[in-house]
């Protein structure tokens, strides 16, 4: 597993690259960020997750519509960025966890500033 995790963090750094540095040239992809890569046992697919500054939902679809649009192209690259056998299938998966952990501490500091019940007993 130690290869494919090599792999994974590998074209993680890639598609990341070509995102920061400006190659995918669609206004669509800004305050994009790869979170995750995960390569089938073959090498064939690829499941690329994304989040995205907003949680707007046009705005996740835009940067959905504009990942989904470059994905040949950024199959190309990593083809020759990469050395594989195979160059695999990418697919862009939205990846909320990082709004869903943002909610969490959002209510775990709500609860912080409660007020105490119960605090001494009756004595």
Same mark, same amino acid.
């Given at each position: 597993?130690?290869?494919?995790?090599?792999?994974?963090?590998?074209?993680?750094?890639?598609?990341?690259?070509?995102?920061?540095?400006?190659?995918?040239?669609?206004?669509?992809?800004?305050?994009?960020?790869?979170?995750?890569?995960?390569?089938?046992?073959? =090498?064939?697919? /690829? #499941?690329?997750?994304?989040?995205? +500054?907003?949680?707007? !939902?046009?705005?996740?679809?835009?940067?959905? @519509?504009? =990942?989904?649009? /470059? #994905?040949?192209?950024?199959?190309? +690259?990593?083809?020759? !960025?990469?050395?594989?056998?195979?160059?695999? @299938?990418?697919?862009?998966?939205?990846?909320?966890?990082?709004?869903?952990?943002?909610?969490?501490?959002?209510?775990?500091?709500?609860?912080?500033?409660?007020?105490?019940?119960?605090?001494?007993?009756?004595?």
């Amino acid at each position: 597993m130690v290869r494919m995790e090599k792999v994974n963090q590998q074209i993680k750094r890639e598609i990341g690259n070509m995102i920061q540095y400006g190659e995918i040239n669609d206004p669509r992809l800004t305050f994009v960020t790869i979170t995750y890569v995960e390569c089938s046992k073959d =090498l064939q697919h /690829a #499941r690329v997750g994304f989040s995205v +500054l907003s949680n707007d !939902r046009k705005e996740i679809q835009n940067v959905q @519509e504009g =990942l989904s649009s /470059a #994905r040949g192209f950024v199959r190309k +690259l990593i083809g020759q !960025r990469v050395r594989l056998r195979y160059t695999p @299938e990418i697919v862009f998966i939205h990846d909320n966890s990082l709004s869903y952990a943002s909610k969490i501490d959002q209510t775990l500091e709500e609860i912080k500033k409660m007020p105490k019940e119960g605090g001494k007993a009756d004595e």
